[in-house]
């Protein structure tokens, strides 16, 4: 059983920067939106099976392709950035196809699907995997910060923190990048018991997963 962590947090709030210290060989790199890394990324390059098939990042927000690649990579560490809009990019696909009736409520289902089977291949890969799930926040009508998804619709059919163990938010204090790690009464962050210490950490994937591997028993990459 591989470990899923999900990072929340607005955009420009450290959670892409968040993987500058993490080893390009030992990481796959899915992005659902191609954009260049917030760092120096010497040793990152997307993959070309002809022009540079050692490369560590891919561009896809299809979840038949994203399961195959968490599944199939024999890297032990595996970034999903931006989930969200994994589910954006579907739901407007099928609106500019001008979807209506049933095709149109059944968009929602499909949706929730490919969601939950994301989540599902994240945390049931090979033992020593860790899957790390970056997406942005929204508020709901109570207050709350949850995961951002398209909307009500999708809320009432999955709730994506709660297929999670591990859930992190961005904050941004004293102007310093860091982690969230318990839950402040209007958010839905979580960790295991005696994960991490402190209510904030640096926003450095590399230390998260090093924390967790020891908490898990996993020998952790360079």
Partial sequence: MSIAT???????TGKSASMRNLNPADTLLIQAVKKPLPFRSAG???????ANPAGNIVVSDQAGYIVKSIQGTGRKVV?????????????????????TGNA??????????????ILMAAGSAAD???????????????G????????????????????LT??????????QYLFSTQNNGSDTVKSPMGL??????PNDLKAVDDAICSYYGITATA
């Fill in 6 to 12: 999900m990072v929340l947090g607005q955009s420009g």
């Fill in 44 to 50: 990152w390059g997307y993959y070309n099976k002809d």
């Fill in 79 to 99: 970034v999903i950035d931006d989930f969200q809009y994994i589910l954006a990019n579907e739901f407007m696909r099928r609106v500019l196809d001008k979807e």
């Fill in 104 to 117: 149109a409520f059944a968009k929602y289902n499909e949706i929730a699907r490919s969601a939950w089977d």
């Fill in 128 to 142: 020593d995997k860790r899957v790390y799930i970056l997406g942005h926040t929204q508020e709901d009508d109570a």
């Fill in 144 to 163: 709350r910060i949850k995961a951002k998804t398209i909307g009500k619709l999708l809320d009432e059919k999955i709730t994506i923190e709660g297929l």
């Fill in 166 to 175: 591990i859930v992190l938010r961005t904050a941004v204090i004293n102007e």
């Fill in 196 to 201: 991490f210490e402190d209510p904030h950490i």
